[in-house]
Nanobody
Framework: VQLQASGGGLVKAGGSLRLSCAAS????????VGWFRQAPGNEREFVAA????????GYDDSVKGRFTISRDNAKNTAYLQMNTLKPEDTAVYYC??????????????????????WGQGTLVTVSS
């Protein structure tokens, strides 16, 4: 199983980036996808998650209204559109896949412990 995160880079405050998470080696539509981030000296934190079919999404309050998570199951890829970026959004962003909760189409979790597979991370730097 491999999750390949990409799309990070350096952007000025107020700018936008779109992260991608390409999955292989798993049945993508059977996994919830989450995005997490970790800034230097901080613990990894939840950013957003999307259910297997995309019917439901969840966001941390710090990014709600600015970030949008989506997925294309036909392409085995999930996305995180990040708008109105702030310097405090600077972090390494990770995508992850969670195979639990198969009985509920609305299942997703904010707990990193529930995610089975993780990508390598992509660095987002927002300058002021």
């Amino acid at each position: 199983v491999q999750l390949q995160a990409s799309g990070g880079g350096l952007v000025k405050a107020g700018g936008s980036l779109r992260l991608s998470c390409a999955a292989s080696g798993l049945t993508f539509n059977k996994y919830v996808v989450g995005w997490f981030r970790q800034a230097p000296g901080n613990e990894r934190e939840f950013v957003a998650a999307i259910t297997r079919s995309g019917v439901s999404t969840g966001y941390d309050d710090s990014v709600k209204g600015r970030f949008t998570i989506s997925r294309d199951n036909a392409k085995n890829t999930a996305y995180l559109q990040m708008n109105t970026l702030k310097p405090e959004d600077t972090a390494v962003y990770y995508c992850a896949a969670d195979g639990r909760g198969f009985g509920s189409r609305y299942y997703y979790t904010r707990s990193s412990d529930s995610y089975d597979y993780w990508g390598q991370g992509t660095l987002v730097t927002v300058s002021s």
